[in-house]
């Protein structure tokens, strides 16, 4: 072949090429030769032209898949631009409502005299508002009255799904956009609490349907759904009467139940709808029965509109709209009732970000390398949640029940000893049922946080669990998976190592993870006291990210064996963290609602001391409820309760000491770990060793004779990021100051384990290595600009650093100091 054209290949040598490059798309010379020899029909090509042929068909492979990731995102864009079209169309009928309603209210109070008796202008205003008032539905469940109220069910949620029936302010935090879970918004000045969301999710809307009528499957906390009667109608439509239990979020108050109506039909445009409304409390005449343990609640119109996208999926209008009894919560419980954040974040939100989750799963489904099922670790994550609610509930038709108190109520002990929960568990049984003698126990309790960011707390349980964890309590739990009920846990000891973590699968947005830690070096049983074993735990993380306002923070755990089996039996336990005052006001229109006062802005430390109060609702209080499980045999019930009482007490302890440290103090913002004797006197050794060596002042306006209350205080509040490490071989963080936790985006409990070459990028290290030598014998050295990185990866840029060595009155050195100036996200 002429070597200066174009080579032409024949049908068959094409086809020769193409199979070889579906084996091997970027084969190296060697491979290129061996293909010449292996295949005769390519034996006349050069295998330069060889190499061409597969340089050209990988980039025709990068062309067409570039190609059809832009017609998706094109596809994507669209129905977001139609989305935000009609949401603006649907901002505009109420601005306009508004404004009628404004004028009516004007004219009304300005013409009213003393003893009128018009109230014309009086019933327009408040005409707007009847619709907001539940309409309890005919009393008649007669096909015909079923389906009259179904009509109007249809007709109430479609008014609130795209018209103005409710006055819908933006959700807090939320930035609509392609990349986005989607439009949400919250209600305002309604019936109830209500939230509403639009979204894109790619799947067919009978799918989108079918997902969302299974409401156990991603909602959290709905404990069970019993469709009690179906009933078709003339238009193609269904009728559903449903029966619903939620679960008690916490261990104070009641859980909630409703009756349901549910429809299912098309409109005129091919939309899927479904629509769901509570029922009178009779029917027929006929009273509709309370269920013991259970507040009745009330579903408004709700539900769900499915329209098909152009070019496949759907786009889904989401609303939920309840009233949820708050007035039967205690009263410091009651935000969790009344605030539409929570609703959004813990059923609105939730069930779009179920269906976004299942689309991503079918598109990758080709592609995907896990060598578990996506629906397996969902399950499994389902099986986690749904146990921890069952034993923060603890009902009695679950075969639970309470044992008497030792004389202080703070924490509560149930026993359950039902087959259905013992079943799986690798306990003694006979003709196969576990036997008679063993049980499961559970201790529960509640407390209230103050100033502690859920988020925040949650990250510190989970990296850190060595301060609140007893080892051979995590032993002995696990021995009821692996080796049956053994000692008590105060019987043998055990050591870990460490704890090691293994991600299994986290959700579409990484609000979700599921993990399996595996705890090093524990003895599971008296024989292994000399020979330690790994426990195994599969976890759960949710609400992680601090700026989800509103969101439920959760971290339970359950000791597995390595199988990680579908079906293996799982004794959940853990900590749930619920905001209560975050969301106070979260509905006002008087917030700023506009996109750009969201968007996030590179800043000094001073905006983001700033920023900080608002993102992690330090002023606000949180629930949080601890649920602990053990599987014991029943003639060491009092002894396993009593440890299970002593454990959950310790961990109290645990929890309310690091909430201490992670909060910040009303004194002007120093943490409680800060004001000890040790950090005065590790102030005063950092500004004494800056003058000696520097030849100035580290702290204007603090004289060399002020009190150590006056430096700390003014080190704390300096604008440029302090940091110190330790004189170790791997140097460790000891000490920062405000701006420093700022920057390393950490807190000064968790600074201890951040090592100083975490925190500096390769050129830093560089830097520091050969000033390193400076520092030391000259006792100062000036670094040059650079990027540094955060506890959680962000860059940080920094104009200069300067790095000192601390000593003591002694003249010994302590540590090594920096000081990076002029810092910023990048």
């Known amino acids: 072949m002429d070597n200066t054209k174009y080579a032409r290949y024949t049908p068959e040598q094409v086809e020769a090429l193409e199979r070889l490059y579906h084996e091997c798309p970027k084969p190296s010379s060697t491979r290129r030769q061996q293909l010449i020899r292996d295949c005769p029909i390519l034996c006349h090509i050069e295998p330069k032209q060889i190499k061409v042929w597969f340089q050209n068909r990988r980039c025709r492979e990068k062309q067409r898949s570039e190609a059809s990731r832009l017609q998706s995102v094109n596809r994507k864009l669209s129905a977001m631009n139609r989305l935000l079209m009609e949401e603006n169309d649907r901002l505009q009928k109420q601005v306009s409502h508004l404004v009628y309603e404004n004028g009516c209210f004007r004219q009304h109070t300005q013409s009213r005299t003393p003893g009128a008796n018009d109230t014309s202008c009086e019933s327009v205003v408040t005409s707007s508002q009847c619709h907001l008032t539940p309409q309890h539905p005919p009393q008649d469940a007669s096909p015909a009255g079923l389906l009259s109220i179904a009509e109007e069910t249809l007709t109430e949620f479609l008014s609130k799904a795209t018209g103005t029936a409710i006055e819908w302010v933006q959700m807090p935090g939320m930035k609509p956009g392609p990349d986005s879970i989607g439009i949400v918004a919250i209600s305002h000045g309604c019936t109830g609490v209500a939230a509403r969301a ?272 007893d080892n051979n309590v995590d032993a002995y739990s696990a021995s009821a998976i692996k080796l ?134 330090s002023s606000a209080r949180s629930l949080m409820t601890i649920a602990f499980e053990f599987a014991f045999e029943s003639h060491m019930q009092e002894s396993v309760s009593a440890v299970a009482r002593q454990y959950v007490r310790s961990i109290i302890s645990s929890v309310q000491r690091v909430s201490s440290a992670l909060s910040p103090s009303p004194n002007g913002g120093l943490q409680a770990p800060l004001v000890t004797p040790e950090a005065h006197t590790l102030a005063r050794w950092i500004s004494h060793s800056y003058r000696c060596y520097l030849g100035m002042e580290l702290l204007k306006g603090v004289g060399v004779g002020e009190g150590s209350d006056s430096i700390l205080k003014s080190m704390w509040h300096h604008s440029n990021a302090i940091v110190c490490c330790s004189m170790k071989v791997m140097p460790i963080l000891t000490f920062a100051n405000q701006a420093g936790l700022y920057m390393l985006e950490t807190t000064l409990v968790e600074l201890q384990d951040i090592s100083l070459e975490k925190i500096l990028d390769e050129n830093g290290r560089k830097g520091l290595c050969s000033e390193f030598p400076q520092i030391m014998k000259q006792g100062f050295a000036c670094l040059q600009g650079g990027i540094c990185v955060s506890s959680l990866g962000k860059a940080v840029s920094y104009e200069r650093a300067v790095a000192w060595k601390v000593v003591n009155e002694e003249n010994h050195v302590h540590c090594i100091c920096f000081m990076f100036i002029d810092w910023s996200f990048v």
């Open 198 to 469: 639009c979204g894109l999710v790619s799947l067919e809307p009978t799918r989108v349907a079918e997902i969302l009528k299974d409401r156990p499957s991603w909602f959290r906390d709905c404990r069970s759904v019993d469709v009690i009667d179906v009933l078709p109608t003339a238009n193609g439509g269904t009728i559903e009467l449903l029966y619903m239990q939620l679960y008690a979020p916490t261990t104070l108050p009641t859980a909630r139940d409703f009756w349901l109506l549910r429809y299912s039909s098309h409109t005129e445009d091919g939309s899927l709808v479904v629509c769901e409304r509570s029922l009178s409390n009779t029917q027929n005449g006929q009273s509709i029965p309370s269920v013991p343990n259970f507040v009745r609640a009330e579903m408004l119109p709700s539900g769900y509109l499915i329209r098909p996208c152009e070019g496949g999926g759907s786009i889904i209008n989401i609303v939920d709209h309840m009233n949820l009894e708050p007035s039967s919560a205690p009263e410091v419980l009651r935000p969790l009732y009344e605030s539409p954040t929570i609703l959004a974040q813990k059923t609105t939100m939730m069930a779009l970000r179920q269906l976004r989750q299942i689309g991503q799963e079918v598109s990758q489904a080709t592609t995907t390398n896990w060598e578990r099922r996506p629906a397996a670790l969902r399950a499994l994550s389902q099986r986690l949640s749904r146990g921890f609610n069952e034993a923060v509930n603890g009902f009695s038709d679950e075969g639970w029940s309470l044992l008497a108190n030792d004389g202080s109520d703070d924490v509560t002990v149930l026993v359950n000893s039902s087959p259905k929960k013992l079943m799986g568990l690798n306990l003694p049984v006979s003709n196969g049922y576990p036997s008679a003698n063993t049980a499961v126990l559970c201790a529960k309790t509640s407390m209230l946080l103050q100033n502690v960011p859920p988020a925040l707390l949650l990250r510190f349980l989970r990296e850190h669990r060595s301060e609140w964890a």
């Open 484 to 617: 049956g009920p053994c000692n008590l846990p105060g019987s043998w000891a055990s050591t870990f190592g460490g704890q090691v973590a293994f991600p299994l699968a986290h959700t579409a947005e990484n609000e979700e993870l599921l993990e399996v830690i595996k705890l090093e070096g524990a003895g599971l049983s008296p024989e292994d006291s000399l020979m330690g074993r790994d426990i195994l735990l599969l976890q759960l993380c949710t609400g992680m990210d601090e700026k989800a306002v509103g969101m439920c923070s959760e971290l339970i755990f359950a000791p597995i064996d390595a199988s990680i089996a579908d079906e293996a039996p799982l004794l959940p336990s853990g900590f749930r963290i619920i905001p209560l005052d975050s969301c106070k006001g979260d509905s006002s229109p008087d917030r700023t609602l506009d996109l750009a006062s969201a968007l996030e802005v590179k800043g000094s430390a001073d905006k983001l001391s700033g920023d900080l109060d608002v993102n992690t609702g």
